[in-house]
């Protein structure tokens, strides 16, 4: 089968994309989504997301993570499915679209796009971390020296070790400046760290308002990919009204065989 298909980036988080409005793509097979996604045999990503056509709003967004599994919400996922939207003339300027967790709603400025997640009802508070679910589940830890982090080994371990196989995402933070904070994650399902992870930025940003150490309601994130922000709204029941905001961007068209 020759496969169209598209490469999109969101601060370093890349994507393979199928427009697959037409349902030519073979949905349950793993192995292939894993092989496209593979960086020595195929297109190489973090994972692999198809446009697919949904009665009550503009498309639907199917996920996959690099290991070939269905997997939960991806916010830089999402941000680049928005820009192909709009590349494929589906949408304009705004958007609505549904995806594993439900309804979000979008908008595009340039190559700019701004994706309201859903709303967050609790942070929970540990000894020496936060855990909370952005549409994904996250492990929030503060770090002294976020450079010396070996990333992969230590989110490994926490990310087997504290939660299971079912897993969590691990996220290392240390504080820049007002507002602003440095990134690194540890994706399940990637199981490696990667330039950015869009729910763990918002996961983050809301957790360290939880803690204090953000004074507004709009958080500046630095990760190895590139720079993101976090906009919401705190209420007695938990966070809302969140935005996620980046560039999101086309990299390259293609044609494979498989």
């Not at 009550?56 to 680049?80: A, E």
């Not at 609790?122 to 770090?143: A, I």
């Not at 990667?194 to 709009?218: I, P, R």
Request: charged letters at 25%; hydrophobic letters at 35%.
């Amino acid at each position: 089968m020759k496969l169209i298909f598209y490469k999109y980036q969101g601060t370093g988080n890349d994507f393979v994309m199928i427009d697959n409005r037409d349902e030519i793509f073979p949905k349950s097979n793993t192995r292939l989504v894993a092989d496209l996604c593979d960086r020595k045999f195929g297109i190489g990503a973090d994972g692999l997301i198809l446009l697919e056509n949904d009665e009550q709003t503009d498309f639907k967004m199917v996920y996959y993570n690099s290991d070939g599994n269905p997997s939960t919400m991806c916010g830089n996922g999402g941000r680049c499915l928005v820009a192909f939207a709009k590349y494929l003339g589906v949408i304009a300027d705004t958007a609505t679209f549904v995806a594993v967790d439900g309804l979000h709603h979008a908008s595009v400025d340039g190559e700019i796009v701004s994706l309201q997640m859903q709303d967050v009802v609790e942070v929970q508070e540990k000894d020496d971390y936060l855990f909370l679910d952005t549409g994904s589940p996250h492990h929030v830890q503060m770090v002294e020296d976020i450079q010396k982090v070996d990333v992969p080994r230590e989110g490994a371990k926490l990310r087997y070790g504290l939660y299971g196989e079912k897993g969590s995402n691990i996220n290392f933070v240390k504080l820049e400046s007002k507002d602003s904070f440095n990134v690194r994650t540890y994706e399940r399902g990637v199981e490696d760290e990667t330039l950015s992870c869009g729910t763990g930025v918002t996961a983050v940003a809301l957790a360290m308002h939880n803690l204090g150490k953000v004074t507004g309601n709009k958080v500046s994130i630095k990760t190895l990919g590139g720079n993101l922000s976090v906009h919401f709204e705190k209420h007695n029941d938990g966070y809302r009204n969140i935005h996620l905001v980046g560039p999101a961007k086309q990299v390259f068209k293609g044609e494979i065989l498989c």
